[in-house]
């Protein structure tokens, strides 16, 4: 079975500070791993994914992810924070190839930026 | 249109009423989602479609049916609901087989009274 946790559902950077969203999972078979961000009153939008070769993947709007096996974890993070970086976000994992189309969903972290 | 869309983007509604949410997939995509999103509580999977045949229903009630007629459409009929069930209805799409990303609609927040 698979699971995701995202440590913190809520964090909390200034304006210009690191941010870093942790995601950690169980998988029994290779992943594929995915973080969607999540603006008031809209749905999910994908901001990168991970499914194989290079482990650092970057994603829009600044963001990066890097998948790290023997941690089991697949850390956001962005250099500097903008304000329109609040949003929720969500970690997914996905039993990579032979997908039946089903993801599992961390339960979120909500993002506030401090001017 | 491009990517995912639904209709409507808000509904209230009683409990005796019954309504319909609609979903199109303008990406050629051959498997199509429902999901629940309560305030509080994590995104809850409620139905998957895959070319238009239902694959899993995660123990969801009966007033809750949906409706796949082709692999572009996806509706979710709504019947005596109860007030719980007031919550964000998202909708999304994927390609099974090659590309595994869903991509997610806009939602309909449903308030049921």
Known sequence: ?115 | ETGVTQTPRHLVMGMTNKKSLKCEQHLGHNAMYWYKQSAKKPLELMFVYNFKEQTENNSVPSRFSPECPNSSHLFLHLHTLQPEDSALYLCASSQVGREETQYFGPGTRLLVL
Not at chain 1, 36 to 61: D, E, H
Not at chain 1, 67 to 84: D, N, Q, R, V
Request: proline share 5%; glycine share 10%; aromatic share 12%.
């Open chain 1, 1 to 115: 079975a698979q699971s995701v946790t995202q440590l913190g559902s809520h964090v909390s950077v200034s304006e210009g500070a690191l941010v870093l969203l942790r995601c950690n999972y169980s998988s029994s078979v290779p992943p594929y791993l995915f973080w969607y961000v999540q603006y008031p009153n809209q749905g999910l939008q994908l901001l990168l994914k991970y499914t194989t070769g290079a482990t650092l993947v970057k994603g829009i709007n600044g963001f990066e992810a890097e998948f790290k096996k023997s941690e089991t974890s697949f850390h956001l993070t962005k250099p500097s924070a903008h304000m329109s970086d609040a949003a929720e976000y969500f970690c997914a994992v996905s039993p990579g190839s032979g997908n039946t189309g089903k993801l599992i969903f961390g339960q979120g972290t909500t993002l506030q930026v401090k001017p």
